[in-house]
Nanobody
Framework: QVQLVESGGGSVQPGGSLTLSCAAS????????LCWFRQGPGEERKGVGSIDTNDKTNYPTSVKGRFTVSRDNANNILVLQMDNLNADDAGMYYC???????????????????????WGQGTQVTVSS
């Protein structure tokens, strides 16, 4: 069964840190590009970091220097380390995966696209004092 399962969400104070994980199963994880997306209330999903099959990462300006995406191909896990969190970082966090050339290009550019091969169900992050 193909799955992407996010975990690690929770509540954190501004300035705090949180680590999210996305566990993959049922497909060849190492051959897929991956991206983390955040969706705030009433908003579309926005990409916050992506990683390709060569471990190249890409971040939007809003999170660069604060968020780090990494992958563990041996254990089929995608990780998002989030530091110095602020209120704008709150929302539901999703991971997405794709292995096609077009899909990887879109993921590396953080394009919100419903038809990626795989999406997780999300984990909630709250930033509040």
């Amino acid at each position: 069964q193909v799955q992407l399962v996010e975990s690690g969400g929770g509540s954190v104070q501004p300035g705090g840190s949180l680590t999210l994980s996305c566990a993959a199963s049922g497909f060849d994880f190492s051959s897929h590009c991956l991206c983390w997306f955040r969706q705030g209330p009433g908003e579309e999903r926005k990409g916050v970091g992506s990683i390709d099959t060569n471990d190249k990462t890409n971040y939007p300006t809003s999170v660069k220097g604060r968020f780090t995406v990494s992958r563990d191909n041996a254990n089929n896990i995608l990780v998002l380390q989030m530091d110095n969190l602020n209120a704008d970082d709150a929302g539901m966090y999703y991971c997405a995966a794709d292995s096609s050339a077009v899909g990887c290009a879109l993921l590396m550019g953080w394009v919100n696209y419903d038809e990626y091969k795989y999406w997780g169900q999300g984990t909630q992050v709250t930033v509040s004092s």
